[in-house]
């Protein structure tokens, strides 16, 4: 079964408009975290945001938002005023405990493109 | 700081050869992951190392892939005889901790093309 679910394959807005991202995600722990990465065209895997399990304060990064629910599974990703240089594939990630360590799993990703 | 490096960043070979990707970790950083990129599985564990230990190699598609890591700062992911089927980009990373907190930070990659 598919831990990360991100609904979206793919997202085009024109350059200023937002970007919401949808994840959700299945896990039977209670302490877990979750993350972004994106992954520009150039092919790195950059870390963005974390949020953990016990911590559903909404916050704010710049132009980056996100809007975690655990009574929903949700840990959606906001980019506000979109710009070209945000178009890449983005990546949610849950982290869950396997045995004495934690394992990443990968959401499908969201390709996102801002056109000018 | 300098991030997680990888070795080559791309890779064209015939298949039946030997391929070696290389990586060194972030220092400071005690935990090790291969990851493989396709676009039909997405992005996959292969292997993690804790203190150069190899803890779950689970991910290993089969016995033609091995890794090692001789020391903390250095990882090899080999492929014997390489397949067609084996392209892909083959990610490096390395966090610090093994707790679910710690971010891994990726290196850019390894672009694999087995002819």
């Known amino acids: 079964a598919q831990k990360v679910t991100q609904a979206q394959t793919e997202i085009s807005v024109v350059e200023k408009e937002d970007v919401t991202l949808d994840c959700v995600y299945e896990?039977?722990?209670?302490?877990?975290?979750l993350f972004w990465y994106k992954q520009p065209p150039s092919g790195e895997l950059v870390f963005l945001i974390r949020?953990?399990?016990?911590?559903?304060q909404n916050e704010i990064s710049g132009r980056y938002s996100w809007n975690f629910q655990k009574s929903t599974s949700s840990f959606n990703f906001t980019i506000t005023a979109s710009q070209v240089v945000d178009s890449a594939v983005y990546f949610c990630?849950?982290?869950?405990?396997?045995?004495?360590?934690?394992?990443?799993?990968f959401g499908a990703g969201t390709t996102v493109t801002v056109r000018a | 700081d300098a991030g997680v490096i990888q070795s080559p960043r791309h890779e064209v070979t015939e298949m039946g050869q030997e391929v070696t990707l290389r990586c060194k970790p972030i220092?400071?950083?005690?935990?090790l992951f291969w990851y493989r990129q396709t676009m039909m599985r997405g992005l996959e564990l292969l292997i993690y190392?804790?203190?150069?230990?190899?803890?779950?190699d689970s991910g290993m598609p089969e016995d033609r892939f091995s890794a090692k890591m001789p020391n903390a700062s250095f990882s090899t992911l080999k492929i014997q005889p390489s397949e067609p089927r084996d392209s892909a980009v083959y990610f490096c990373?390395?966090?610090?901790?093994?707790?679910?907190?710690?971010?891994?930070?990726f290196g850019d990659g390894t672009r694999l093309s087995i002819l």
């Open positions: 990373a390395s966090s610090k901790g093994g707790y679910g907190n710690q971010p891994q930070h």
């Open positions: 896990t039977r722990d209670t302490t877990y975290y």
């Open positions: 949020r953990n399990s016990f911590d559903e």
């Open positions: 990630a849950l982290s869950e405990a396997q045995g004495n360590d934690y394992k990443l799993s």
């Open positions: 220092s400071g950083h005690d935990y």
């Open positions: 190392f804790n203190n150069n230990v190899p803890i779950d």
